[in-house]
């Protein structure tokens, strides 16, 4: 590791020790609160079990989505693959490290297939973001004035519409520009042979525009991401209960766990440590409650445990049987 790398590292580990903190000098942090969360199992198993079935609909899309690029894997390797990279997760800062993990295993599986493997990895995390989008938005629709009073949807509103933005261009550029037409890739590809790496942008590229000959394949994959969500939202909500039980509303989660989730795939630390517990701290005191950061905590201690087991996994892919290769198909 260089030193500005290291660097790097110690200023952002600085930078999350420091806001952890002052989340617990401001009591938003309690050890102990989380603690009695365990005391209700009902509710955190209702969590565990919202967390398996978003990992699991979460393979299935992005399964469905490399067999879109005609990547054919078998869907236990395609669930083992998704285990690493979600262990990679966990490891290094940011929640999208691990996608370039998952991206490695399938393109040494798949040789000459690298592009497709990248496209099947952005495009999956583009519909995630358009099903995080559509959800926040129909719930600030629905009752986020009632929830949150005016000025604050005003604000959460700034954030959700810069994100369904940037979602509404790329599917509108996807669809609505042919390849032929299209400036951008016109651009790249005038660039190529000239500029290095640029050749590899263009096969990326050119594998998403690939996307747009299956319509019926992406409306699915964006209900699918809405469902992941919910399943989410869900875990979110049981956590809060095992916290702080009582009459919440569930169209409040729904509203701001998005927004939060957004915020914890800023690159500072593992897991989102720091930014999810700031980010969460906020939001749930917009909804009259000083638990939002023990219950992103809570929701860190799943993730983490199930890393445990995702270990053991990527142990079995490693050994020579399992990482045979699988036939098409």
């Not at 691990?98 to 000459?112: I, L, T």
């Not at 952005?122 to 949150?148: C, H, K, N, P």
């Not at 023990?294 to 050994?319: D, K, M, T």
Request: proline share 3%; charged share 15%.
């Amino acid at each position: 590791m260089s030193s500005s790398s290291r660097l790097q590292v110690a200023l952002k580990t600085a930078f999350v020790v420091l806001l952890l903190w002052f989340l617990a000098r401001k009591g938003l942090i309690s050890v102990q609160a989380t603690e009695r969360a365990f005391v209700h199992w009902e509710r955190m198993a209702l969590a565990v079990a919202a967390l398996l079935g978003s990992l699991v609909l979460s393979v299935l899309r992005w399964h469905f989505l490399l067999r879109g690029r005609g990547i054919h894997l078998r869907l236990s390797r395609t669930f083992a693959l998704a285990m690493i990279g979600n262990f990679f997760n966990l490891a290094l800062p940011g929640a999208i490290s691990g996608d370039f993990v998952k991206a490695f295993y399938v393109a040494k599986e798949r040789p000459g297939r690298r592009e497709d493997v990248f496209a099947s990895i952005l495009f999956d995390r583009v519909v995630g973001l358009s099903g995080l989008v559509l959800l926040a938005s129909v719930a600030l629709l629905v009752e986020g004035d009632a929830i949150l009073g005016a000025k604050v949807v005003s604000g959460l509103q700034a954030v959700i519409l810069t994100a369904a933005v940037v979602v509404v261009i790329f599917f509108g550029y996807l669809f609505l520009v042919r390849e032929h037409h299209d400036v951008l890739l016109g651009l790249l590809r005038s660039l190529e042979g000239r500029v290095p790496g640029v050749a590899s942008v263009v096969g990326l590229y050119v594998a998403i525009r690939r996307y747009r000959d299956q319509p019926a394949a992406i409306v699915w994959a964006i209900a699918v991401s809405v469902a992941i969500h919910c399943l989410i939202c869900s875990m979110f909500l049981n956590l809060w209960r095992a916290l702080e039980p009582g009459s919440l509303t569930i169209l409040a989660i729904l509203v701001v766990v998005p927004v939060g989730l957004l915020v914890t795939t800023i690159p500072i630390a593992p897991a989102g440590l720091g930014t999810g517990h700031a980010a969460f701290g906020w939001l749930f005191l917009l909804l009259g409650s000083r638990m939002g950061a023990n219950v992103f905590s809570l929701a860190v201690i799943l993730q983490v445990a199930l890393g445990s087991v995702v270990g053991l996994i990527y142990l079995r892919y490693r050994s020579p049987e399992a990482a045979a290769v699988s036939p098409a198909g």
